[in-house]
């Protein structure tokens, strides 16, 4: 089977197949000769796995249901008569099921993490695992004080809590979504530090000879 050959745009990065290329580039409308032959260094089962999109269904998942849940809240309090089963129904549902969908986007988000970086102790990558870890226990904590159609401000509180971690896993998730490790990293042996050089004698300095006594 012979590979397919790529291209990517210069201006934007946008890669695609060459025999699927137009006139102009799909994303940002560039004219074609801005393309640039391009050779993936991604492994094809790597690229398998993280085209298949696994973390961002489940991410979507849990964060329409962290959203759901203090806006229906609110939305009930003010408007109490309109559609009262349809909301208290769909309040229950995204507090019993965020926990699963935590959990879900959580060991997904490993699988990505490892995939695309190969490691987990990135700085950003420690940071979506502590507000991963936190969002999960609030959502538990939540689910434990929950009453069925019964919705106080600790409640709304609560759901609040998951929403500001979400949001803050969404600003980070956003920078590395088009991010993949490529190939091995080698990292480069420190080079040891030469002996100083002897400083030139001068000129004018003539060795003495040692003396016979």
């Not at 990517?8 to 990065?13: F, K, L, V």
């Not at 309109?82 to 490993?110: D, E, K, R, W, Y």
């Not at 920078?175 to 420190?190: A, E, F, N, Q, S």
Request: net charge positive; charged share 15%.
């Amino acid at each position: 089977m012979i590979d397919e050959e790529l291209v990517r745009c210069r201006p934007c990065g946008y890669v695609m197949k060459a025999s699927e290329l137009g006139d102009v580039c799909p994303a940002c409308g560039l004219p074609r000769n801005v393309f640039e032959p391009y050779r993936e260094r991604v492994s094809p089962n790597r690229l398998f796995l993280l085209n298949l999109d696994i973390h961002p269904i489940a991410i979507h998942l849990s964060q329409t249901l962290v959203a759901f849940t203090p806006v229906l809240i609110v939305f009930h309090w003010l408007f109490p008569e309109f559609q009262a089963t349809v909301v208290h129904s769909v309040i229950n549902f995204s507090i019993v099921m965020l926990p699963l969908s935590l959990i879900a986007s959580f060991v997904s988000g490993l699988i990505d993490g490892i995939t695309r970086f190969k490691t987990l102790r990135t700085p950003m990558l420690s940071s979506k695992i502590i507000y991963s870890s936190l969002a999960l226990v609030i959502s538990f904590v939540q689910l434990m004080f929950f009453k069925p159609s019964e919705y106080n401000w600790l409640t709304l509180l609560i759901s609040l809590a998951v929403f500001g971690c979400a949001v803050k896993l969404g600003l980070i998730g956003k920078h590395l979504i088009d991010v993949i490790l490529p190939g091995t990293y080698v990292p480069r042996k420190k080079k040891k530090p030469s002996a100083p050089a002897a400083a030139p004698k001068p000129k004018n300095v003539i060795d003495e000879e040692p003396t016979e006594n």
